[in-house]
């Protein structure tokens, strides 16, 4: 495997002269094809998919494509894992069954030959070849000096299956007392759970590109170029800037450019989160990916392939996702010194021994130097994270908070930020009638029906929320329809001429400029005109409501010392007013998702630690660069992907729950981590003899291991009081 090492790596001297070189990228979008990076180390640089040469983690493709992914590793990963869990099961009740009543009967008609013989048959593949990934990554951690979790996990593996060989080829050894320890069953099972660590890492990890992915799915694969009064359709790929395109009603816009000929309204929502669409005419900007609506035209492409602003958020959300990379374990910075330190404390226990021991010296020194690296195995250390993160994980789905992966909470934790996106996150992201007004003679009931009765033939948001104010009632019958772009629609309703547009058009009269539709303005509310044969009979408005449980959810986080910013692409009358009603502390209205992304990297700058909660396409560059992104339940598939985070049901209060969720999982690992470095201080130096000349207490290999298993009994235990920890909110 060809590794390269970019210019900002580190400089810890952990070079392998045959794998790891420099290598200058003169153009990195180009160069990213086919190449591979690891997600802690982006300055690891491969050719071809395999592990990262310093902390041993699977490679991942640096340039994002719309295929699937490569589940290569994960099938692998996956079926040594169910192999070697069947293998190392009869291995673990051979071990342990002689203290369950009834068993014990049975196993010892084995005889302890036959019993080690067997542990010895099922472990040896587990260790060979279900554990062989971790052997191989050990083995380069070696030569790369970098030793991380996979030196740990093979050198405990490889200490207890060592040693238990030894007892089975040489059962004495002069010491008789021996005779009958054994660890095949540590060996197999420590090989399994490192095994299931990986695949349910693998897996969450395999998600991070399915954001990328439907990014991507968004542009569509042709598109139709004009060329003298004739159409063609062409690939994408051939479509260049100056070229004449057209696009037809329901299309997708397929590169950005000038609109030329015709008009339509563009659901542009990916890009600004509104869900109001946006009227076009000749000299308007069109953006790739966006939707068409009923109207058909002409532009010109300005920007296309890498150029666009489709593309554009693609290699943001990428950068952003390569950027953040989990937080080093801390299980692995310990291991840069740890490892080395219990090696050497093995080696100088066994030579001490060697040399002053008691006779059998050599099996009183192997025996000591093993209890060493028996106890040392890094067990408790190794649950102290994942254990913790497994059970806080469950106990968020169960509260309706789907958690990506254990950096995530990590992050989480730190959060004295949360900037909120408006449409669909503080508001329910769907327009709702709120008021109407009704001129004499008309009542307010004539003029929502008469209004609805001519929506219900238009496929516009606003026309909608007219009709399902209506409700369920019967609507009378609209005739000659016509709908105008950017201004309205008008029917022939029984007799009358009924005119349903904004109150700004210039359809609608001067006169219809009430008290009521200046009050909504300032509100953020759109006003919306009902005339009957020209004359005004109402007004609608309509708005984006704000959830119910926005403002509680903002005020608990105040009272958690996290500061509330609103990102929104929404003009700043609107966004001021839902920011007063839900106790936003900061406002930044009209930002394009760009802008979004580079409003989060300045708070980033001055220090903060920034969560993003948001639900559309538009948010996507934002959730990945913040320190946690969180996506609405609710909302696109995208914005849910490029998240850390989802709230399952797009309740707020569960973003509170989510950072009282990951400030109770922290302290669970901080307290495993206790627990795991208290067995492994005292416990180390007790297993090297230091008690031996003061009181003749050697901890043999056995209680060497009933001490490892303690610390792992301790860690799981304290983890799963997090079952019940942060109740569900109202």
Same mark, same amino acid.
């Given at each position: ?26 153009n ?18 491969? #050719?071809?998919? !395999?592990?990262?040469p310093?902390c ?16 290569? @590793? ?5 079926r ?6 069947? &293998? ?46 971790f ?5 380069k951690?070696?030569?790369? /000096?970098?030793?991380?979790?996979f ?8 200490? $207890? ?32 759970? $490192? &095994? ?5 890492e ?17 542009s ?10 004739? @159409?063609?359709?062409?690939p ?20 950005? !450019?000038?609109l ?26 069109v ?23 489709? $593309? ?32 050497l ?15 059998? /010296? ?77 001129f ?18 238009s ?12 409700? #369920? ?20 309703v ?6 349903? !547009? ?22 953020g509310?759109?006003?919306?005109v ?6 005004? $009979? ?8 704000i ?7 903002v ?7 996290? /500061? ?11 966004? /001021?007013?839902?920011?007063e ?21 300045? &708070? ?16 996507a ?15 696109? @598939? ?50 090297a ?25 301790s ?16």
């Open positions: 495997m060809n590794f390269h090492l970019e210019d900002h790596a580190h400089s810890e001297g952990h070079t392998c002269a045959e794998q790891v070189g420099t290598s200058a990228e003169p990195p979008r180009q160069s990213a094809a086919g190449k591979y990076t690891c997600p802690m180390h982006p300055e690891i640089i491969s #050719n071809e998919p !395999g592990s990262c310093i041993g983690m699977a490679l991942e493709p640096i340039a994002p494509t719309a295929g699937p992914d490569d589940q290569t @590793e994960l099938k692998d990963m996956t040594r894992l169910w192999i070697g869990a069947l &293998l190392a099961a009869p291995v673990l009740i051979l071990a342990m069954g002689q203290m369950v009543p009834g068993l014990n009967r049975l196993i010892g008609a084995l005889g302890q030959s036959g019993n080690l013989l067997i542990q010895f048959l099922l472990s040896t593949p587990v260790y060979f070849w279900a554990g062989r990934p052997l191989e990554r050990a083995w951690s070696v030569l790369n /000096r970098t030793p991380n979790m030196t740990l996990i093979s050198l405990g593996t490889t200490s $207890a299956y060592l040693f238990s060989v030894l007892q089975l080829i040489v059962p004495a050894t002069g010491h008789t007392s021996h005779a009958a320890t054994s660890y095949f069953e540590a060996a197999a099972v420590i090989t399994v759970l $490192a &095994l299931l660590g990986q695949v349910l693998l897996r969450a990890r395999s998600k991070t590109g399915s954001a990328i992915r439907s990014l991507l799915e968004l569509p694969r042709t598109a139709r170029r004009v060329v003298a009064d004739k @159409e063609e359709e062409i994408l790929e051939q479509v260049h800037a100056g070229d004449i395109l057209r696009v037809r009603p329901g299309d997708r816009v397929p590169v950005d !450019g000038i030329l000929e015709g008009n339509s309204d563009l659901n542009e929502a990916m890009i600004t989160g509104e869900p109001m669409p946006v009227t076009k005419k000749a000299g308007d900007t953006i790739g990916g966006t939707v068409n609506g009923s109207g058909s035209f002409i532009f010109r492409a300005e920007r296309v392939g890498g150029e666009t602003l489709l $593309a554009q958020i693609v290699d943001l959300v990428a950068k952003a996702q390569r950027s953040q990379a989990p937080v080093q374990r801390i299980a692995d910075k310990v291991s840069e010194w740890f490892v080395p330190a219990v090696l404390l093995a080696l100088i226990t066994f030579a001490f021994w060697l040399l002053f021991g008691p006779e059998p /010296r050599l099996s009183f020194a192997l025996s000591a130097a093993v209890a060493v690296l028996i106890i040392a195995c890094p067990c408790a250390l190794g649950l102290a994270t994942p254990m913790a993160v497994m059970v806080g994980i469950g106990r968020g789905a169960q509260l309706g908070i789907l958690v990506r992966d254990a950096a995530v909470l990590e992050e989480l934790e730190k959060i004295n930020v949360v900037a909120f996106d408006k449409t669909g996150t503080l508001t329910e992201g769907n327009p709702k009638v709120v008021e109407t007004v009704a004499k003679p008309y009542s307010q009931s004539e003029v929502l029906q008469l209004a609805a009765a001519v929506e219900s033939l496929e516009h948001p606003l026309g909608r929320a007219i009709v399902r104010a209506a409700g #369920n009632q019967a609507l009378p019958r609209a005739t000659a329809f016509e709908a105008t772009v950017g201004s309205g629609v008008r029917a022939e029984d007799s009358h001429l009924v005119y349903v !547009g904004k109150s700004s058009s210039d359809e609608a009269p001067e006169n219809v400029s009430s008290a009521a539709a200046n009050r909504w303005r300032r509100e509310k759109t006003a919306v009902v005339l009957i044969d020209n004359q005004p $009979a109402g007004l609608i408005a309509i708005a984006d409501t959830k119910p449980n926005s403002a509680n959810a005020k608990r986080l105040h009272d958690l010392n996290i /500061r509330s910013v609103m990102l929104t692409g929404d003009n700043k009358v609107t966004a /001021r007013s839902i920011a009603a839900a106790g936003i502390d900061d406002v930044i209205a009209e930002v394009s998702p760009e802008q979004k992304q580079k409003e989060i990297a300045k &708070l980033q700058a001055s220090g903060a630690k920034v969560a993003m909660a948001g639900d559309g396409i538009n948010d560059p934002a959730l990945a660069t913040a320190n946690v992104g969180i996506a609405m339940g609710t909302g696109t @598939e995208v914005a849910i992907e490029s998240a850390g985070i989802t709230l399952v049901k797009g309740d707020l209060n569960l973003l509170v729950s989510a950072v009282l969720l990951s400030r109770e999982t922290m302290k669970k690992i901080r307290e495993n981590l206790v627990f795991a470095f208290v067995y492994n201080f005292l416990g180390v130096p007790v297993a003899g230091i008690l031996y000349p003061m009181f003749g207490l050697l901890l043999s290999p056995m209680i060497a291991s009933v001490a490892m298993s303690l610390s792992s009994v860690v799981i235990a304290n983890s799963l009081r997090l079952r019940n920890s942060i109740r569900r909110q109202a």
